[in-house]
């Protein structure tokens, strides 16, 4: 079961700058950085009340975030949500014909299980799937 929302992810060129625009924006800092090779990506986190939000820097021209600000700029990239059971989840959004990015569940940031859907069938957003370990 989808819980709520676990964070949005945001892509950005340079995270030291938007770390320092974002902690104006929200007048907190962020709370947590860090790198996840397997992305290709620097991370860091900020946390308003209930609401996280993810800034992606890429670290390699292959990563997913370099593709998307090569064609669309920076901005909002994907939107996470929490699931109770992620194998359970993917099983039953499979089903449904939603297509996965990811067959077996992988480790992102912040000690979570992860699994995207392609944003084709998804009306062009791409969707996160984050549980807990
Ligand atoms: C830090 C870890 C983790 C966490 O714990 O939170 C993360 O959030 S990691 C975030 C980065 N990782 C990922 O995004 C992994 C999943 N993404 C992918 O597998 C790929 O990016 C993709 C979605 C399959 C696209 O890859 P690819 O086909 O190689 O790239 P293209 O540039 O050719 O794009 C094809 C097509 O898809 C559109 N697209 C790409 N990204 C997005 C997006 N984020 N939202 C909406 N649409 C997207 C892209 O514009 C292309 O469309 P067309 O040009 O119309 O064909
Ligand atoms: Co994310």
Redesign the pocket.
């Known amino acids: 079961m989808l819980t709520n929302v676990e964070?949005i992810?945001i892509?950005v060129k340079d995270i030291a700058s938007s770390n320092e625009l974002f902690t104006k924006l929200f007048n907190i800092p962020h709370y947590k950085s860090?790198s996840?090779e397997s992305?290709?990506?620097n991370?860091s986190f900020f946390k308003i009340n209930e609401t996280k939000i993810?800034l992606?820097e890429a670290t390699n021209p292959e990563?997913?975030?370099a593709?998307?600000i090569?064609?669309?700029g920076e901005g909002i990239?994907?939107i996470?949500f929490e699931v109770d059971d992620i194998l359970a989840e993917m099983e039953r959004l499979k089903a449904e014909g939603f297509t996965l990015?990811n067959e077996v569940p992988k480790k992102?940031?912040?000690n979570?299980l992860?699994c995207?859907l392609?944003?084709?069938g998804t009306n062009?957003?791409?969707i996160?799937l984050?549980q807990e370990i």
Request: aromatic letters at 6%; glycine letters at 10%; charged letters at 30%.
């Open positions: 964070h992810g892509a860090e996840v992305e290709g990506v991370t993810e992606l990563s997913a975030i593709k998307f090569e064609k669309k990239h994907h996470a990015l992102g940031a912040d979570k992860v995207f392609h944003p084709k062009g957003v791409l996160e984050c």
